[in-house]
């Protein structure tokens, strides 16, 4: 099979799976709202934040690095996948004899158990489902994307509308949804077979761990990043505000589950992609489509804030609607950024992404605390944004001398140019901010449309010709 053509297999099968799944849980988020007050959604935010700072720890970066090596021809899988579960294992054990510790922290005084659950239940669901991606069952994997989705929603409505279950209900859903779906996925995979802890080779082990534990702090960085601000703005501003602020970050994951979706299947196609001018051309091609749907995608989010915020979120979040422009300006970025690691991933030099992360964490904790007390969430969304704007340089420097692709430097500068206009002019006073908003949202439009479709059509044209060959 041609590489644009499984990657465009592989992309559709995933986005299958994904946007079934995710856009479930995404319209959820108006039982949420009106189940659970702001400080009470503040609370729930709170514990999954903290279960996601845990979880690399608790499997040792297994989860990141399990993919990697079983998606390599030569590896002995069996070998890679009992090494990566003896590793979780063994980090899980430790993890639990420190967890006490995490009673110090007065916010979740009476949900630690909860955090707990949280932690074991994801990582056991990311090894066992990255296993399965990697053995090239992307059907399946996507299936589970959908399985475990429609198990959390349905908790979901059980445990906050039948049973009134409040921030307890909301995290025992997810975790529960976990474990079914890591039951399912391993009976119908049959993957247990491979688990053979004699296969388990310490060479091995100490292979992926020398590529897995810098993603460790590449992780904890990340979620520096992206989830800081949460408890700054709790400690600064209050609950309430946290709460706001919480709810309006769901709106632009929309871009981040458009991204998702696709280095789900790049990945697969990056690895496999043999070293050379054809590699270097395909990261080009593939990062130039990415980009234009990436702006064009934000565009629109920032055009439709509001009306996106009423429709997703009860009345009494409305207000949060004025946090979706730069929210949008830094998930866009966040998703190039992402795109950039791709690099990193293949050449398995994980240390700049650890480096690299480490920058944008501490430019984002500096910003916080300069901007939250005087600008509250908008201080935040904006030290977000500019966090990721960072690292994307940093990374676009870096990566193209590794891997000698263009980035597009001039599209990527209108694209942000006029996503940044965009943005500001939402926000203003400006009479008819909406229609001049539309207007950019066109041009956006107008400049990646022609060279998406483009691309599309010269990757079309290439499949029938190797079609014809064979």
Request: with cysteine; glycine share 6%.
């Amino acid at each position: 099979m041609g590489r644009y053509k499984k990657l465009f297999s592989n992309t559709l099968i995933l986005g299958i799976g994904t946007f079934a799944s995710k856009f479930l849980v995404f319209f959820m988020m108006p039982l949420y709202t009106a189940c659970l007050a702001p400080e009470e959604y503040s609370t729930a935010d709170l514990i999954t934040q903290i279960a996601k700072l845990l979880i690399p720890f608790a499997c040792a970066g297994m989860a990141e690095g399990i993919f990697r090596f079983a998606v390599e021809e030569n590896e002995d899988k069996r070998s890679v996948f009992s090494s990566a579960l003896l590793t979780l294992l063994l980090a899980s054990a430790l993890f639990l004899a420190l967890s006490p510790l995490l009673c110090l922290y007065r916010a979740v005084d009476g949900y630690v158990w909860l955090i707990l659950l949280y932690v074991l239940a994801a990582n056991l669901h990311s090894v066992v489902a990255q296993y399965i991606r990697a053995k090239g069952r992307m059907m399946l994997f996507s299936l589970g994307g959908i399985v475990g989705t429609a198990l959390t929603v349905g908790f979901n409505l059980l445990f906050l509308l039948v049973f009134d279950m409040g921030v307890t209900g909301f995290v025992l859903s997810v975790i529960l949804g976990d474990v079914l779906v890591t039951a399912v996925l391993t009976l119908l995979s049959g993957v247990w077979r491979d688990v053979d802890f004699r296969a388990a080779k310490r060479t091995k082990i100490h292979e992926m761990l020398r590529y897995s534990i810098p993603m460790i702090p590449t992780t904890i960085f990340w979620w520096v990043t992206s989830a800081s601000d949460r408890f700054l703005l709790i400690a600064m501003k209050g609950g309430e505000i946290n709460g706001l602020y919480a709810a309006a970050y769901k709106v632009p994951t929309l871009l981040t589950l458009l991204c998702t979706v696709f280095i789900e299947a790049w990945q697969f196609s990056a690895v496999s992609e043999k070293d050379g001018a054809e590699r270097s051309s395909f990261f080009t091609r593939v990062f130039g489509g990415f980009q234009g749907i990436i702006f064009m995608a934000a565009s629109g989010l920032v055009l439709f804030a509001e009306l996106i915020t009423k429709i997703l979120l009860a009345d009494d979040y409305f207000s949060s609607w004025t946090y979706l422009p730069p929210l949008a300006l830094a998930m866009a970025f966040s998703a190039l950024v992402t795109f950039l690691g791709s690099v990193y991933m293949v050449s398995k030099k994980s240390v700049y992404s650890f480096l690299t992360a480490g920058i944008g964490a501490a430019i984002n904790i500096v910003l916080n605390l300069l901007l939250i007390p005087q600008y509250s969430a908008m201080g935040a969304a904006v030290a977000t944004f500019v966090s990721y704007l960072v690292v994307f340089l940093l990374r676009g420097i870096h990566t193209v001398r590794l891997m000698k692709f263009r980035l597009g430097v001039p599209r990527l500068v209108c694209n942000t140019a006029a996503l940044l206009g965009q943005s500001i002019l939402m926000l203003s006073d400006l009479k008819y901010r909406l229609l001049w908003s539309a207007l950019i949202f066109v041009a956006i439009l107008s400049v990646n449309g022609p060279i998406l479709l483009g691309a599309v059509m010269e990757a079309i044209r290439n499949l029938k010709k190797k079609t014809k060959k064979s």
